[in-house]
Nanobody, 124 residues
Framework: QVQLVESGGGSVQAGGPLRLSCAASGSTISTMCLGWFRQAPGKEREGVAA???????SYTDSVKGRFTISKDNAKNTLNLQMNGLKPEDTGMYFC???????????????????WGHGTQVTVS
């Protein structure tokens, strides 16, 4: 079992930065695929970024060049640095874990077994 708790959400003006963190407990994240997902009101959940056990990353096209996913295995935490935020980035952001070293496609949220409760990001 993996417990995930997100933090760092809030309200920010367009163009500003925000950094999300996800603290994991119950199991080490070093051997897992980890991802960030978001869901805007009335829209489906979408994959934002993922990082595998070796640190290889993937991003959805709309955030490439603006968002950076990283992890700290020693602290068992996952981070998402978001720069150049846009109103369309508004939504509830979730971290998730897939207990395998390699990541499924970002669109495959159904593969991720463990989810946090989410943190709200609002860009105006």
């Amino acid at each position: 079992q993996v417990q995930l708790v997100e933090s760092g959400g809030g309200s920010v003006q367009a163009g500003g930065p925000l950094r999300l963190s996800c603290a994991a407990s119950g199991s080490t994240i070093s051997t897992m695929c980890l991802g960030w997902f978001r869901q805007a009101p009335g829209k489906e959940r979408e994959g934002v970024a993922a990082i595998d056990s070796e640190g290889n990353t993937s991003y959805t096209d709309s955030v490439k060049g603006r968002f950076t996913i990283s992890k700290d295995n020693a602290k068992n935490t996952l981070n998402l640095q978001m720069n150049g935020l846009k109103p369309e980035d508004t939504g509830m952001y979730f971290c998730a874990a897939y207990p395998r070293p390699n990541c499924p496609p970002l669109g495959g949220s159904r593969f991720f077994n463990y989810w946090g409760h989410g943190t709200q990001v609002t860009v105006s």
